[in-house]
């Protein structure tokens, strides 16, 4: 008896979903790289170790940071750690990145900053103009964004062991708008929007570290988006979920939108902002931009009456003047990001198993 071709589709959909249901297992004895690309790796990994031993409510939620409530209100605390690879790069270094970077975890998930602690690693034989360079970048992203840094530590590991620089940091801030933000919120009818041209932080540090004879007028889009977070959540009633698309790029934030919620996410491909540069660069690599890490760049999903005032409000501030609709939010097929492509078909957009742009954050 032949099938026809909705049933076959519903029987890959079906298959699909019955793998992505298996509780998560790491093959590998050891560690790889692959580990830390914010891919399927990294899912697999949070969720068969650290999820399997330190689960709790407000860890299993995977957001950027942990919201909870004290006597006075909400705090949002998050960290981070920070090994790019090359340390200084067009547009930034390591050390306005760890700022930004933390800063913006907080922003994204509602909180106001106002805190951040800084641990550093160093490698035996790191230069002291270097580091001098690094801290001072520091201070002036945390002058930037309004926070201090108020406590740090230290550590010294042999020549060989590190690879110059590492910064670990955590920041604390506090919630003051009556919003619940969550991946796992999100609901069919719900606009996706970006906050502007994505990819634009990988692509310039894969060809920083000059591996490659391709030149491109670009620069990191590091930048705090805690001014354009808070405005957008003032403004406009109905923001479900914000993401800062960092590790995986915004494929990944979709993917986590799509299996926290039990959602379909529908992308256009034609509607997202990629700079002309960064296009050109990934398309000679083989790499799409939807993979490639940013570090100033929110994805928002908004209750889809409220798409356009969203997208209005985000074009005032400078970090958002090119934001724009991506696509919306559906009940079928559940779990899976769609793109409708420019050329008119439609394909399925998966986590990465491993990343093509290691070390880029």
Do not use: W
């Not at 959909?13 to 830390?36: K, M, W, Y």
């Not at 160093?122 to 840094?149: H, K, N, Q, W, Y």
């Not at 670990?168 to 506090?174: D, K, M, P, Y």
């Amino acid at each position: 008896m032949s099938i026809t071709p909705t049933e076959r589709e519903q029987r890959v959909l079906d298959r699909i979903d019955q793998v992505r249901r298996r509780p998560a297992r790491v093959r590998e004895e050891r560690v790889t790289l692959a580990h830390g690309s914010g891919g399927k790796a990294t899912k697999n990994l949070i969720e068969a170790v650290f999820l399997a031993s330190l689960g709790n409510p407000l860890l299993d939620r995977l957001e950027d940071g942990a919201v909870f409530p004290v006597d006075a209100g909400r705090l949002a605390l998050t960290t981070d750690s920070f090994v790019v690879s090359p340390l200084f790069f067009p547009g930034g270094n390591i050390g306005d990145l760890a700022v930004n970077g933390t800063v913006n975890d907080l922003a994204v998930s509602g909180a106001r900053p106002l805190h951040l602690t800084a641990g550093f690693i160093l490698e035996e034989g790191f230069p002291i103009a270097d580091l001098t360079g690094i801290v001072a970048s520091m201070a002036a992203a945390a002058r930037a964004a309004g926070v201090r840094i108020v406590a740090g530590d230290t550590k010294v590991v042999q020549r060989g062991k590190a690879d110059g620089c590492y910064i670990n940091t955590a920041g604390i801030g506090v919630v003051e708008h009556d919003v619940a933000l969550g991946v796992d919120t999100a609901r069919p009818g719900d606009a996706v929007l970006v906050s502007g041209p994505i990819g634009a932080h990988g692509v310039t540090i894969m060809l920083a570290r000059g591996e490659l004879d391709i030149d491109a007028d670009l620069v990191s889009d590091t930048a705090p988006v805690h001014e354009l977070v808070a405005g957008l959540l003032a403004a406009v009633p109905g923001v479900r979920a914000l993401r800062d698309a960092t590790r995986g790029g915004v494929a990944t934030i979709l993917n986590e939108i799509a299996e926290a919620a039990n959602v379909a996410v529908l992308v256009d491909e034609a509607a997202v902002p990629v700079q002309a540069p960064v296009r050109g660069a990934c398309e000679l690599l083989g790499i799409d931009p939807l993979y490639v890490a940013c570090e100033g760049r929110i994805v928002v999903v908004v209750d889809g009456a409220a798409a356009d005032e969203a997208l209005a409000v985000l074009r005032t501030h400078p970090l958002g003047a090119q934001a724009a609709v991506i696509g919306r939010i559906a009940a079928d097929p559940p779990g899976l990001v769609l793109l409708n492509t420019a050329f008119g078909g439609t394909r399925i957009v998966d986590l990465l198993v491993g990343d093509p742009l290691p070390r880029i954050c």
